[in-house]
Structures are given as C-alpha cells and as structure tokens.
C-alpha cells in the first residue's frame, strides 16, 4: 500500500512569506502528527491530529497552525516566514493516538527561507 | 514537561555490538519507541517497549525501566548499514497524546 505522502518535496520563499504543506497518511491511517527537523534541535513535535481534531500542540508560536479533513489528509501553514523556520518538515502518520502508536513518516518537505 | 537525552556520538566496529542509552522525564508514559534514521532519508520504526523488560528483534533488541526512567537499544553484529540515527521516543499522554523525540544519537561503524 502506499505510504505517506508529503508534497512539495522542496520550497523556497522569503521572509514574510506564507506557505501550506500537505500530508496523505497511509489509507486507514486516522491519526497525523507533524515534526520540524533541523540539525541541531532534532525533532520538534508541532501538532497532533485525529479524527479532524487537534489533539495537541507543541510550542510553537502561532503562526504555524494545522489541520485535518475528513479524508485524514492534513496540511500545515506558517505565515509571516522567518529565516530560522528553515527546516525539513516531517508528516507521520498511525492507526489512532492510543495504544502502540507506531508512526510511518513520509519523506519530508524541505524549506528553505531566504 | 517532557525529557529525553541521549549521546550525540557513537562509533563502533563492524561485527562488534553496541548499546545507546536514553534516558527520559515524562508526566504521562505510554510507550518508548526507537526509530532509525539514515542521512536524507525519514525515520522508520525499530522498537517499542510498554512494560519493563527486554524486547527482542533479529539483531536489535531493546530495554526499558520504567522506574528508572530508563531505555537502551542494543545493536548486534554491526554492519556498515548500521551507520545512521537514532531516535528514542516517549508517547505522552499528558494533556493529549504527542509522541516527543531525543535529539538522537548519531552512530558510525568503522571496518
């Protein structure tokens, strides 16, 4: 089956810009969390969604926000860009939030901010 | 609040075994996990542990205690493919479920 998928693979914008990423989890898969990676913070968890609803939040400020559809499909956006949001974003997606909640990542969205 | 660490470093040699500890601070567990990461590539899950003891996997296995706070993966008959992150992971249950990860451990394997 497939697996998640994260589009676009690379984006480049400029300070003050705004831009939205999207994640298909795996078919089945409700539960969708998202992740900034950067070389010397590792993974910084951002949001948690299941079932259309934010299950939690990590502390980031508000300019980067999320969402879920019906389809489980989410996407995230951060306005107002700033050079230090320049990282790899990392989708995952499991089954639902409890028990043993394996997550399957997909290959990341790159940003690069100028 | 949530805390994991981890060593930055490792190296090991080819054939050798080596064991990365992870120690971790949490208000609400669930579950520690390890995943692998190779250089430009996404994470992919190798453990889980939810009750204390030894978890068992081919040539990984993993170990945790819950009352020390405490985890290690041990890596047998390293091979060069071997030589990637590692990233312990906590699943919290405080305040909503998160999954919250160590900065992991860089691990390489020399001939």
């Known amino acids: 089956k497939a697996g998640v998928t994260q589009t676009p693979r690379y984006l480049i914008k400029t300070r003050g810009q705004q831009v939205t990423l999207s994640c298909s989890p795996i078919?089945?898969?409700?539960?969708v969390s998202w992740y900034q990676q950067t070389p010397g913070q590792g993974l910084q968890f951002l949001f948690e969604?299941?079932?259309?609803?934010?299950?939690n939040k990590g502390n980031f400020p508000g300019r980067f926000s999320g969402r879920q559809f019906s389809n489980s499909r989410s996407e995230m956006n951060v306005s107002t860009l700033e050079l230090g949001d320049s990282a790899l974003y990392l989708c995952?997606?499991?089954?639902?939030?409890?028990?043993?909640?394996?997550?399957?990542f997909g290959a990341g969205s790159r940003l690069t901010v100028l | 609040g949530q805390n994991i660490d981890q060593p930055t470093e490792m190296t090991a040699t080819e054939g050798a075994i080596v064991q990365i500890n992870c120690t971790y601070q949490?208000?609400?567990?669930?579950?520690l996990f390890w995943y692998q990461q190779h250089a430009g590539e996404a994470p992919t899950f190798l453990s889980y542990?939810?009750?204390?003891g030894l978890e068992e996997k081919g040539r990984f296995s993993s170990f945790l205690s819950r009352s020390k706070g405490y985890s290690y993966l041990l890596l047998k008959e390293l091979q060069m493919k071997d030589s990637a992150s590692y990233l312990c992971?906590?699943?919290?249950?405080?305040?909503?479920?998160?999954?919250?990860f160590g900065a992991g451990t860089r691990l390489f394997v020399k001939a």
């Open positions: 995952a997606s499991s089954l639902e939030p409890s028990g043993a909640n394996v997550l399957t």
């Open positions: 078919s089945g898969h409700r539960s």
């Open positions: 969604y299941f079932s259309e609803t934010q299950r």
């Open positions: 949490t208000s609400g567990f669930n579950g």
């Open positions: 542990n939810v009750l204390d």
């Open positions: 992971a906590v699943r919290d249950s405080d305040g909503g479920f998160k999954t919250i």
